[in-house]
């Protein structure tokens, strides 16, 4: 009984030491060896972000093992770099993370009471705050005013009054030129203040300094777009540096733009 015991018992120890192999094994067969991010950056900002992020990675993950590697957790190391937009992950195995990460393009900013500003992307999702408007990019952000919005975590849309309808109207511009922000310096929600209560007129402000009113925004947003930017590309460059037009809805269910340059916009 003695020897069956011993049998037994260094059997048993055998098969303990060949798992404890096979399981060494698998760990160094799958253990993360590189994180290959391919990144795609607009600023010298982002390509510095990008750096600091693929440091990070690599000192959290590399010597992980592939095999239980939750991937959230990847997501959450990406989330805290707001700049940044996760566009894929995934393991390949056996030993290599691999991820796509875009900058956000900064488009849009409307200022607080404490005088910073809040940063938007091209898709109106919050990434974070400035202390002055200067985009990444150079130049200065689209100036959102007269807009009561409210914004949650980096990353998250932000929403208020007319605000979808702004975004609207700016998709137009963006679809159509290189960058609105070499056009279009800000747009304002204002109430008319002679019309009926609680109506509210876009008014562009373009770069040269052209204005541009358009009435009841949330009738006709995307086809208001284009008729505004059909007006300003055919006006001349001298044009553009004074004088405001409007368009405003006719009795027919339609529109119509209007040059006002002999007349002052109207202020709220």
Do not use: W
Not at 121 to 134: F, S
Not at 160 to 189: H, P
Not at 205 to 232: C, I, N, Q, S, W
């Amino acid at each position: 009984m003695q020897k069956r015991g011993k049998i037994l018992l260094t059997t048993a120890i055998g098969l303990v030491l060949l798992v404890a192999v096979i399981a060494a094994a698998l760990n160094a067969v799958f253990t993360v060896t590189d994180v290959k991010v391919n990144f795609s950056t607009l600023s010298e900002e982002g390509l510095a972000d990008s750096y600091a992020l693929q440091a990070e990675l690599e000192e959290e993950f590399v010597g992980s093992s592939t095999t239980f590697l939750d991937l959230e957790d990847v997501q959450g190391i990406v989330e805290k770099y707001p700049a940044f937009r996760l566009d894929a992950l995934q393991k390949d195995f056996p030993r290599t993370l691999t991820l796509s990460v875009t900058e956000r393009k900064e488009t849009y900013t409307y200022e607080f009471e404490d005088g910073r500003y809040a940063v938007l992307d091209e898709a109106g999702l919050y990434l974070y705050e400035k202390t002055d408007n200067v985009n990444r990019r150079k130049g200065g952000n689209v100036l959102l005013e007269g807009f009561a919005l409210t914004k949650g975590e980096a990353g998250t849309a932000v929403t208020g009054k007319y605000f979808e309808e702004a975004l609207m109207f700016c998709n137009v511009f963006a679809s159509e030129l290189n960058d609105i922000r070499a056009n279009l310096a800000s747009l304002r929600l204002v109430p008319t203040g002679n019309a009926i209560e609680g109506d509210y007129i876009f008014r562009l402000l373009f770069r040269e300094g052209l204005y541009v009113d358009v009435y009841a925004p949330a009738h006709l947003t995307k086809d208001k777009a284009m008729a505004v930017l059909l007006k300003y590309r055919e006006l001349p460059d001298a044009e553009r540096l004074y004088g405001f037009f409007d368009v405003v809805d006719s009795v027919n269910g339609g529109f119509t733009v209007s040059d006002h340059r002999d007349k002052p916009p109207f202020e709220n």
